[in-house]
């Protein structure tokens, strides 16, 4: 049993405002395997006033960039010292499989070195000659920190959702308070000591787990400069609502219903060992997910039969057993969210070649869900439109590339995609005529380089490498 009763504010840790601690369950089997304080508006005007003090009148914002370079690498080096306690604190707090946190602890790696090679060529403060001959002036043009973020990240994967907003932002030197879920107040406690551990001067992060009420007040606070925000599409509206009416300067990261096209000349074998990642990564909770499968109608059943034979093959059980390679809904409203949308389903008509609402035997106290396929699905139908965020897939036929695009790009969504085929060039010509922030060819994973978000509803701004970095700078011209 972990027990969190201080709060990490500032770079220090003290009592919260509240005297309650949260249970944290498991959702395996629904047993409680922590305690942690949570905050509430009071912490967060501490958090708050401590950022503002120390971006206003501490050393942060004027340190070098070499200097934050470098305690950024020593963070990054403290984390992946513990990666694997980190995996199996995950697991436990999400219900993602193990296979899952453990492999993304090297991704967390590559994303925290593509900031730092962009902050290392960043010119981060630039003299531009004039284009007229006949000026006489130049003009030096700086990359300045933007102030105090709030970082309110969501509970799926939520190291690198964490690291995606706080290195880009400590790096820029912003000082940052950092709002984490409730479920995941464990792992990000954890989170919160390796910062102490690296050496951040006192003010400059503090990591808050709080419910949503919480939240929206941080985000409203008048001292906050910048909201950086990844969750769900409706939760993102109401943020930038907010940030609207401030004018503060926002990032968004929002939902997705991204379409994998199957081109007639595809590999199928090939296909359904990619799909088995790109689609139902993290029990199928991840924003990414490729959960609308386009296939041709010429081979639209083979499709069908490969991805049943796929879902059936997956075991199903203890995120922390090796073998399972789908784990439990994070929550019992998830699971049951999960399973009203393939009532849903069959209530639409679409055909349930594997799966369904019951829920796995033998894994009744948990937050199951059984790994569930729909074919003879139309776009217009409400489970290809809303993103269930679970292990549910369709499957769509479609009669031409063009009718393909078209499928693909009839959402609100755009934040990821694939295209499948024997031709890579050929894939590459569809993958461009996709409305979306990221398209895979070939089970292709996505970089750390390139920028990273969506079209549409899927959000506002990029994170990742250096247009990632930009997200926290402000931009001065002195003309001399």
Known sequence: MIINDRLFIGGA?????????LDIASPHDRSVIG?????????????????????DEGPWPRTSPAERIALIRRLNALREARAAEIAALVSAENGSAIWFTRAGQPGLTRQANAY?????????????????????????????????????????????????????????????VLKVSPENSLSMNLLARLLEE??????????????RETSEYLVSHPDVDKIAFTGSTRAGRRIASLAGEQLKRVSLELGGKSAAVILADADLAQVT??????????????????TRILAPRSRYEDVVTSLKELLESLPVGDPSDEQ????????????????????????????????GPQVPTGLENGNYITPTLFADVDNSMRIAREEIFGPVLVVIPYDDEDDAVRIANA????????????????????????????VTVNGAPIGFDGPFGGFGASGVGREYGAVGLTQYIEYKTITV
């Open 13 to 21: 840790w003290s009592a919260p405002s509240g005297s309650a601690l």
């Open 324 to 355: 399972t390679f789908i784990g439990p809904m994070v929550r019992p409203d998830q699971q049951q969210r999960v399973r009203e949308y393939i009532g849903i389903g069959v209530q639409e008509g679409a055909r349930l070649v594997t799966g």
């Open 411 to 438: 959402s609100e969504y755009g934040l990821s995609g694939g295209v499948w085929s024997a031709d890579q060039d050929h894939a590459l010509d569809v993958a461009r005529r996709m409305r979306t922030g990221t």
């Open 116 to 176: 730092l090679k962009a902050a290392e060529e960043f010119g981060w403060e630039e003299t531009l000659e004039p284009s007229d001959p006949a000026a006489t002036f130049r003009s030096v043009v700086r990359r300045e920190a933007i102030g105090v973020i709030a970082a309110v990240i969501p509970w799926n994967s939520p190291f690198s959702a964490a690291l995606a907003k706080i290195v880009p932002a400590l790096l820029a030197g912003n000082t940052v």
């Open 35 to 55: 305690r942690a304080a949570q905050a509430l508006p009071a912490d967060v005007d501490r958090a708050v006033a401590a950022a503002r003090a120390a971006f």
């Open 273 to 290: 060992r990619g799909l088995k990642y790109a689609s139902l990564l993290n029990n199928g909770e991840a924003c990414i997910a490729h």
């Open 198 to 211: 690296t050496g951040l001067p006192r003010g400059v992060i503090s990591v808050l787990p709080a419910d």
